[in-house]
């Protein structure tokens, strides 16, 4: 990283709090996004070790909003210099209430029921490699989540089922951290944690695509 990364603070998640689409998407523009694409230029060649695979980085746009203002940005990576919806991917961002680090597999992916099937074989695998407070989320366009020690084994194979029977399921797996932790606040500090959760989520990353295409060219 070119410069010291000091991290996120109120001002960016009051941004979320911000009246109007042109208003918010200013607010997102000017304090959000530089800080995104610092993490996306930093992680990319992380990630790309850390998968065997070339990973692009791409900074939400919100680009087809013409009335609701954002009430999350964030920044992904995927094996695909053109676009990451339909790949299984990693994403960090924000929303009003938290910043979240996630493995994500969105309805628009094509290898949903494969990547399912990848992950039911090695449910036993990804129980054993997922730690306890990680979290588990259907939906990408919502805030809430729960901990794997909430859902358990059983509750954790009911997203994978759901993955692969329903068509707008999704699956997404890592942390969310509270807008008022401090290690928000430092750079250094929140560095190291995307660090270690990425140190995860690339293994479960390699156990759910071995069976699904690695990309779209």
Sequence with gaps: MTTAFTGFDD???DVFAIE???????????????????????????????TGEEMFYHVAKHARRTVNPPNDTWVAWAGDKRGYKKHPHFQTGLWGT?????????????????IGRAMRDQLDEIMALIPDDFHWSPDHMQPAST????????????LIDRLQRVKKAEILCGITINRHDPILRDGDKLLKRLDETFSVLAKLYSLSKLSSPSAIR
């Design 98 to 114: 938290h910043l979240f680090v996630w493995y994500a597999v969105i309805y628009e992916s094509p290898f949903k029921e494969e």
């Design 147 to 158: 901990s794997q020690a909430v859902l358990g084994r059983e509750g954790v194979a009911q």
């Design 20 to 50: 109007g689409l042109d208003e918010r998407m200013e607010g997102i523009k000017t304090l959000i996004r530089p800080k995104l694409d610092a993490l996306g230029q930093h992680f990319a060649p992380a990630l790309s070790a850390l």
């Design 11 to 13: 001002r960016d998640f």
